[in-house]
């Protein structure tokens, strides 16, 4: 091999070497550069999600606040709290509060946890509602969700306590408002992005518990393993989901867990981005 063909061969090396650093380079930094950027717009579109949640969450409580200091609700705490009160006068006001204050959920407690009025489910007047007179501290507590019975199923309500209180008994209204396809659609969303809810309130995986916006999830099993495993261990938690050979198809998906009173888990607010193309 000649002098210049040697000389031509080491110079084309270290061409070739330096080229292919350069494409690492800017290969890596681009991928480093997008990942921080999807980073960014994913937490930002949760912490709108908390702000919103948060807000309505203030806005539940002045409702109820209202409600509990309202002239007809300090009558029926008055009566109430004497003996042998007839409860059976208060059995359709949940009903006009409930209306007069733009709440899904009202309903009325006695202070031996006897349920005097509901709205979303009547049938249930008389029955004990124990878990409210558990405490007597709700006037300045926060907002919480809950897993909320009706007479064809259940739903998840972002609900609020307040009382009215005559002497040591104490009457306790509870209002909320559904955490549905109406949340959803009070985000703005960044292009490439969207956002999911899965209602958790069934011990098993519910398909129809996955909506996004106004609609169903598409391919809602697609997302079953993800799901599970947040159930499994309740904490965030990002995952792939691959919907085809394409790799262009693929969507990442950061998965947050939302929690009741008692730190059950009872939702599961999905934010999925496929602007990234890898």
């Known amino acids: ?18 080229v292919s650093v350069v494409a690492y380079g800017v290969t890596y930094y681009t991928r480093a550069a997008f990942e921080e950027l999807d980073t960014q717009r994913t937490e930002a579109l949760v912490a709108q999600f908390n702000k919103e949640f948060t807000q309505r969450g203030k806005e539940i409580a002045r409702q109820v606040k209202n409600i509990a200091e309202a002239n007809i609700t300090e009558r029926m705490a008055l009566d109430l709290a004497r003996p042998n009160a007839d409860q059976s006068l208060y059995v359709s006001d949940a009903n006009g509060a409930a209306q007069d204050h733009e709440l899904d959920f009202v309903e009325f407690v006695n202070y031996d946890g006897t349920l005097i009025s509901s709205v979303q489910y009547p049938a249930r007047v008389g029955y004990k509602n124990d878990w409210v007179t558990a405490s007597r501290d709700w006037n300045d507590s926060q907002a919480f969700l809950r897993k ?22 104490s009457l306790y209204i509870i209002g909320g408002r559904r955490l549905d396809e109406k949340f959803l659609e009070s985000l703005v969303l960044p292009s490439g992005m969207r956002a999911l809810l899965y209602h958790n309130l069934e011990p098993g995986f519910v398909s129809a518990a996955l909506t996004e916006g106004a609609k169903p999830a598409e ?3 697609r997302f079953e393993p993800l ?12 995952q792939t989901i691959e919907w085809s050979n394409d790799p262009a198809d ?15 888990l009872l939702g599961i607010f999905l934010v999925g981005n496929n602007a990234i193309k890898k």
């Open 148 to 169: 909320e019975e009706l007479p064809d199923g259940v739903s998840l309500s972002l609900s609020v306590v307040r009382t009215n209180s005559v002497g040591d008994k």
């Open 227 to 238: 799901i599970e495993q947040v159930k499994h261990q309740p904490q965030p938690l990002v």
């Open 250 to 264: 693929a969507e990442t998906f950061h998965a947050i867990p939302l929690s009741g009173r008692n730190n059950e």
């Open 219 to 221: 391919n809602p099993d």
């Open 1 to 18: 091999m000649s002098f210049r063909t040697k000389l031509l061969l080491i110079v084309s090396l270290t061409i070739l070497a330096s």
